[in-house]
């Protein structure tokens, strides 16, 4: 008989029109990684505000250790063993390790606080995962993965049977992530169980006992990840259908060369020289810390540089302002806060790096504004109720589409991508790689940046490989591209 710590039965979670999760059953195995899966809008988070404690749920039963569950917030869920790590980390920078692993859960007498064996006790379960971290220095210089152990620790040491993983290798390098996995694995042995969400499907393979996949707020599939057959099968049961995964060669290639970067340094980067022709898919690959992101402000000229940038035979100047205006536009690692305003609608988004393209006599035309808008919700599949929704309320794919939408709108020669399928479902990301294809066959030159080596290989005719600030080789894509070469590169090796 198996030993389940988790069972859910029946659960719905109705908000006004709209049903987020919809009649949801299956059990969760002791002393497991049980990975939860699918795309924006499928139910994980609200099926995770429901387990601890921050929605109620409309229908349903869970039972946490055979027993009838109910949390009414997420102190109460963490006292009954379950705990939460967030993509956004909830640490307190200005305050120690040590004051971060009792936050919440202080000792006081009469209002002041006092040593108690709750700090030693977390103390030395941060001392067994982790040695390396002094629980006296403030948390604002660890790195972020060892910001994610003080968590781990916090949940471990409150006695925490079932710890819930939010994309927690979303921003943390491929060293760190195996450290984590190290940890996952010990907590296992520890009768931790684990639920562990992520859009990087190869880390279900690697980590994960069982996978549970939702759609549109229903529970499609739970299998032990040994029964699954290989990426293409979780991708079919997430989205419904199967998806290009490999490169498309070109039929030509143009000659004429867009942009040309000569000896670029700055305090990242170490005499970066390329070029990108017109109509090319030019990817940078590179590890955590590689200098993706600095290169990609440099050339946009949000970062001072010394060297050359030109760009259609010209020296671009170096200010955002001047390179928007000469052609290019950069859709930004963090989207939320760099690349779209969050307070605004889809309508009064779109055309913010090209007024003039809606203004008469310096003001707005609204009918222009909301064709416009209505244009480009159509043609990259932004799913809304309409142009006049707040931008804040869109899944991360569809925000993404939003920042693709404004740098079009630009009609920009040049796009930069810089990570943009970050923390993105595999259907959003499917249709952020055609929308790339078609931006390329109709001439438009891409620069893609990402950390992610499948993306790189399936969309890039060229790519540059980064470490610590300096390409370290050019290949060109092809079905004898080495990918065992290429991380031996990125990670150091000659």
Not at 203 to 216: N, P, Q, S
Request: hydrophobic residues 40%; contains cysteine.
């Amino acid at each position: 008989m198996r030993d389940y710590v988790l069972e859910i039965k029946g659960l719905v979670k109705d908000f006004p029109g709209v049903r987020a999760v919809n009649d949801v059953s299956f059990n969760i195995e002791r002393n497991t990684v049980h990975c939860l899966v699918g795309e924006n809008g499928a139910g994980k988070s609200t099926l995770i505000k429901i387990l601890t404690g921050a929605l109620e749920r409309t229908d349903g039963t869970i039972l946490l250790n055979g027993q009838e569950y109910v949390s009414n917030n997420p102190g109460e869920a963490r006292k009954k063993g379950i705990s939460t790590l967030f993509q956004e980390l909830n640490v307190v920078d200005q305050l120690t390790v040590e004051e971060n692993l009792t936050l919440g859960m202080e000792d006081t007498t009469f209002g002041f606080l006092r040593k108690s064996t709750k700090i030693k006790k977390m103390v030395e379960v941060l001392k067994e995962i982790e040695p390396s971290i002094d629980p006296k220095q403030k948390v604002k210089r660890l790195s972020v993965a060892k910001k994610q152990i003080v968590e781990i620790a916090k949940a471990v040491a409150s006695e925490s049977n079932i710890i819930i993983m939010d994309e927690p290798t979303a921003s943390i390098s491929e060293s760190e992530i195996k450290r984590l996995f190290k940890i996952i694995r010990e907590l296992k042995r520890n009768n931790v169980t684990v639920i562990y969400i992520s859009h990087r499907l190869d880390e279900i393979f690697e980590i994960g006992d069982y996978v549970t996949v939702m759609r549109d707020g229903k529970h499609i599939a739970t299998k032990p990840v040994a029964e699954m057959e290989d990426r293409s099968e979780l991708i079919r049961m997430m989205i419904g259908k199967s998806i290009v995964e490999s490169y498309i060669p070109k039929e030509a290639e143009e000659e004429d060369i867009l942009l040309e970067v000569r000896n670029l340094s700055n305090e990242k980067l170490k005499n970066i020289a390329f070029n990108i022709k017109k109509g090319e898919v030019v990817g940078f690959y590179g590890l955590v810390g590689a200098g993706k992101t600095e290169l990609a402000r440099a050339i946009f000229g949000a970062d001072r540089y010394s060297g050359e940038v030109i760009f259609k035979g010209k020296q671009l100047g170096s200010t955002p302002a001047k390179a928007i205006e000469a052609g290019i536009a950069l859709v930004p690692e963090e989207r939320r806060t760099q690349g779209i305003f969050t307070i605004l609608t889809i309508r009064s988004n779109i055309p913010v790096m090209n007024m003039k393209k809606i203004s008469n006599g310096g003001f707005v035309d609204a009918a222009k504004e909301k064709q416009v808008a209505i244009e480009y919700i159509d043609k990259l599949k932004i799913v809304t109720s309409g142009p006049e929704k707040e931008t804040a309320k869109l899944s991360g794919g569809n925000q993404q589409k939003l920042v693709f939408a404004k740098c079009l709108f630009a009609d920009s020669d040049l796009l930069i991508l810089d990570e943009p399928t970050r923390g993105i479902d595999v259907g959003a990301k499917s249709e952020i790689y055609s929308i790339v294809r078609q931006l390329a066959e109709g001439g438009k030159s891409i620069m893609f940046l990402s950390s992610e080596l499948p993306e790189i290989l399936n969309l890039c005719d060229r790519i540059f490989l980064l470490f610590d600030g300096e390409i370290k080789a050019e290949l060109i894509n092809g079905p004898d591209i080495d990918s065992r070469k290429i991380i031996h590169i990125v990670t150091g090796g000659e």
